[in-house]
């Protein structure tokens, strides 16, 4: 930085207001912190949190960053599980939550709405009015963080599409200080270039999102469905039959492995057979149709060896049971006082029941510090998403968490690439450069570069995200 501390944080009261600008350290604490295991460094707080209210006021704030090389980081709402809200330089760290408007024009049949508007709240105001938000992340994540990493969470992308695909338009604030507007407010959506595409699961580092326009969808009548099975990897090749038999495909197509299934079932007070648990939202346009897809995906994993499996009709079980599913990294902290790293895995099609198998071993033979975890299984497996929850000792020490955490994401990558998947659920940077790295090689690493250095000449905003950690 090229201003001293004194005259940033008079610039910023000057533009956002004194009341939305805080050198306090525990909210540089606050909006630093991540879902690692540890706590973020001291040199690597922001010196200064500021709250922008509007797109205006977030043109002046990167103007100023630009002129004076001072690094912005932005900050959603800070639930991504890849840690691009944690700063990598001192400097500014900007939170978009006061832009949290929402709009629900159903003559045009779109929303609109504020970077900072929580998808959970979206969620109950669409619902209210017959329709449901394509995202659905954690309820207290941001649909500016969402449409930032392209993710949609839960749902299975070859239905509803990610944001990429549900995006009308953005308002976009470039670092330079430039504001622009992208897409349209009809249906249609651009044929040739669309600027908004560009910005969509850049991960916040060509430019601040200000608003997003997405197309309205109407709500589906839905009913839940679960089955049990004895092994983990029977659950995956009974979801890759779902997809062969060309069964209607669920909205949710959840996963517990066995290990986790057992502490959530006892936890809730569920008495259901030991083995893993698959568990399914089926939809319809009406009620009668989402039972009868949602019996036809029970017929499906009886015929494939379910212990028990039935269309869920008493809502209390029904929220039991995806509490079971939600809560997974939960349970391995709660029983034995540990914590703990997820990874994900998305192997193509034929591999999904052999890459579950991998994850139920994956501690298994191993000199490294995953020798001394636990593994605990689940994942969006109706859209071909696992996930492994691997827990440790609270009573290890910074510097031995690190090593873990490196361990655990070069694991990883590995499984990726031997089971042909991608990052679906959290975006790319910053733990998952050499990943994007092996799978589109040098030259699309470079054209990204290039972007950066393009839209972002003095490379102010998510400064060292590009680069990686790893």
Known sequence: MN????????????????????????????????????????????????????????????AYATEHDVPVTTYGSGTDLVFPTKPKHRGVTMSTERMNS??????????????????????????????????????????????????????????FGRPVHNVLGLEVVLPTGEIIETGSKCLRRSAGWDLGRIFIGAEGMLGVITKVRMVLMPM?????????????????HVMTRMYQKKLPLPMDGEFVGTKACKLGCEAYGLDFPEGAMAVIKAMGRTKEEAIRNAQEVVDLFKSEGATEAFVIEDPETAEKVWAVRENVMRW???????????????????????????????????????????????????????????????????????????????????????????????????????????????????????????????????????EGEV
């Open 3 to 62: 201003v001293n501390i004194e005259d940033l944080v008079r610039e910023l009261k000057s533009i956002v207001g004194e009341e939305y600008v805080s050198e306090d350290l525990f909210e540089r604490i606050n909006y630093a912190d991540t879902l690692l295991p540890y706590d973020v460094e001291k040199e690597f707080l922001p010196d200064v949190v500021i709250q922008p209210g509007t797109a205006q006021e977030v043109s002046k704030v990167l």
């Open 220 to 236: 589906p009548e839905t009913i839940d469905a679960v089955g049990f099975f004895k092994t983990d990897e029977e659950v995956g």
């Open 102 to 159: 929402l709009e629900i024009n159903e003559e045009y049949q779109y929303l609109e709405c504020g970077p900072g508007l929580k998808t959970g709240t979206a969620i109950k105001a669409l619902g209210k009015l017959g329709y449901f938000l394509p995202i659905q992340t954690q309820v207290g994540s941001s649909i500016g963080g969402a449409v930032s990493i392209n993710t949609i969470g839960h749902l299975a992308d070859n239905i």
């Open 332 to 466: 391995g902290q709660e029983k034995n006082k540990k914590g703990g790293k997820a990874i994900e895995v998305n192997p193509v099609l034929p591999l999904m029941a052999e890459a579950i198998k991998s994850l139920e071993r994956i501690t298994e033979g191993r000199t490294d510090l995953i020798a001394e975890a636990e593994a605990y299984l689940y994942g969006h497996v109706g859209s071909g998403s696992l996930h492994c929850y691997l827990t440790y000792p609270y009573g290890w020490p910074a510097e031995k968490m690190k090593q873990f955490v490196d361990a655990i994401w070069n694991v990883e990558k590995e499984l990726q690439l031997k089971y042909g998947g991608i990052g679906g659920d959290w975006g790319w940077f910053p733990h998952r450069l050499p990943l994007y790295r092996e799978t589109y090689g040098e030259t699309s690493y470079t054209i990204i570069k290039n972007l950066k250095r393009l839209f972002d000449p003095s490379d102010i905003l998510n400064r060292g995200n590009l």
